[in-house]
């Protein structure tokens, strides 16, 4: 019996020490920088200008602004996931840029050259920042700005359309809260006793008066396509689910030009008027 005791005090003791690093850890769980920006949209054949802007709280942030095919083009504001930095998404950039679309797409504090440490009020301080410079720099009226959000970058969307008053809303590989996936993802843990961040998505969508889209793979190994469906569900009427093809990372390429095609119908459909550029040859689906 003493030796059964002894096990379970070691068993009890060693969770406690794994629950308290987790807690302690957790940012580097969530948020994934990284400094190195490879590459560039001229690397892919897109015009930009490298944009610097600060935050409410005096961070300085790095982005760029690539100009639509037209000059009077509807802007597209990026908001990406948890991982790696704005270098790594070039070839949404030029889906973004084919479909008609101007982009302005940031790093928050702490991705590739923005200063500080990533943490969930700083990334909503950070898209606030990119909003106020569309507008204030740029002299883009709301209803010219797509909010696009992609996996944390949902969320963060999210929160702004629910303040903002943006002219559509692009919700990519969305959670309903980072609880909820947590718990899902360490179902031996009590996360939601231990979570910091609660980029609570699910409360945020039936306060977003703008045309609204979800797009999300059916194979989502990371974000189950459940969360898709209980967000619509909570959504105001007219939101708009579409299911997509591969998984998490690869959906918007594994899902080739049906992909554009659903983007281009519900960007018209929500009144934004589309003069898609020229693909490149040999850039068919």
Same mark, same amino acid.
């Given at each position: 019996m003493m030796n059964l005791l002894k096990l379970v005090l070691i068993l009890l003791v060693g969770y406690a020490l794994v629950v308290g690093l987790i807690y302690l850890t957790q940012d580097r769980l =969530?948020?994934?920088p990284s400094s190195n920006v490879v590459g560039n949209p001229a690397n892919v054949g897109l015009d930009y200008e490298d944009v610097a802007l600060d935050t409410e709280d005096g961070v300085r942030l790095h982005g760029w602004?690539? *100009?639509?095919?037209?000059?009077?083009? *509807?802007? !597209?504001?990026? &908001?990406?996931?948890? #991982?790696?930095? =704005?270098?790594?998404? !070039?070839? +949404?950039? $030029?889906?973004?840029?084919?479909?008609?679309?101007?982009?302005? =797409?940031?790093?928050?504090?702490?991705?590739?050259? +923005?200063?500080?440490? @990533?943490?969930?009020?700083g990334t909503h301080q950070d898209a606030r920042a990119a909003w106020h410079w569309l507008r204030d720099h740029l002299e883009y009226e709301p209803d010219e700005i797509v909010l696009f959000g992609r996996s944390l970058g949902a969320a963060v969307a999210a929160r702004l359309a629910e303040a903002k008053n *943006?002219? #559509?809303?692009?919700?990519?590989?969305?959670?309903? +809260?980072?609880?909820? !996936?947590?718990? $899902?993802?360490?179902?031996? &843990?009590?996360?939601?006793?231990l979570i910091r961040h609660e980029?609570?998505?699910?409360?945020?969508?039936?306060?977003? $008066?703008? @045309? !609204? &889209?979800? +797009?999300h793979a059916r194979e989502d190994e990371i974000v189950p396509f459940a969360h898709a469906e209980r967000l619509l569900e909570a959504s105001g009427e007219g939101a708009r689910l579409m299911a997509l093809e591969g998984g998490h990372n690869d959906a918007y390429r594994a899902t080739g030009e049906r992909y554009m095609e659903g983007l281009r119908e519900f960007l018209e459909d929500a009144g934004l008027e589309l003069r898609p550029s020229e693909r490149p040859e040999g850039d068919e689906e």
């Open positions: =969530i948020y994934m602004y690539l *100009p639509g095919p037209e000059d009077d083009a *509807p802007v !597209l504001l990026f &908001l990406h996931g948890n #991982a790696g930095n =704005i270098g790594h998404r !070039l070839e +949404s950039l $030029e889906q973004f840029h084919h479909l008609g679309l101007a982009v302005l =797409i940031i790093d928050y504090r702490g991705y590739g050259k +923005s200063q500080g440490r @990533p943490d969930e009020e *943006p002219a #559509a809303v692009i919700l990519e590989a969305a959670f309903t +809260s980072a609880a909820d !996936l947590g718990a $899902e993802v360490y179902p031996w &843990l009590p996360v939601r006793a980029y609570d998505v699910l409360g945020r969508v039936g306060a977003i $008066e703008a @045309p !609204l &889209l979800f +797009s």
